[in-house]
């Protein structure tokens, strides 16, 4: 299964925006990228674009894939995008803005303590990581 996950940062660098997560119940109240599962005939850039419509508001189409997360579970892309837009919450879940500097890691999927410092990585060239998590089977994004 494929997923996405993406991180909305204004233009300054200075804050992010992320969902606080209702389900899965191992997500339940933690943080997390705003995204969802690529659904058939979809390409992860298409799926971002239309999960971050859903919920946060946004028609955002300068999403820019950094990273790709595999497990036992499947696998998910991640994305970031530099725009000065405020999403709002769409659905369930919650989106919260946050500064940077202040992110608070330890209400977040563990992940996002490398993933976050990393979309903010603004090289001029670079090729997406691609990182397998082990054991993580209880994990899935879904």
Known sequence: ????????????????ALVRKRKPEWQRGKLNGIG??????????????????EEAGLNIRSWDHFATVEGAWGQVHFFRAFNE????????????VHRLDAVPYS???????????????THDMYVPV?????????????
């Open 130 to 142: 691609v990182a397998t998590e082990l054991g993580t089977e209880a994990m899935a994004p879904e």
């Open 107 to 121: 209400e977040c999927i563990p992940n996002l303590s490398w993933l976050i410092p990393l979309a903010l990585y």
């Open 1 to 16: 299964m494929d997923y996405v996950a993406g991180f909305l940062i204004d233009p300054t660098a200075r804050t992010v």
């Open 85 to 96: 837009a405020t999403p709002r919450t769409m659905e369930s879940e919650p989106i919260e």
């Open 36 to 53: 969802g599962k690529v659904e058939l005939g979809e390409t992860p850039h298409e799926a971002m674009q239309r999960e971050f419509w």
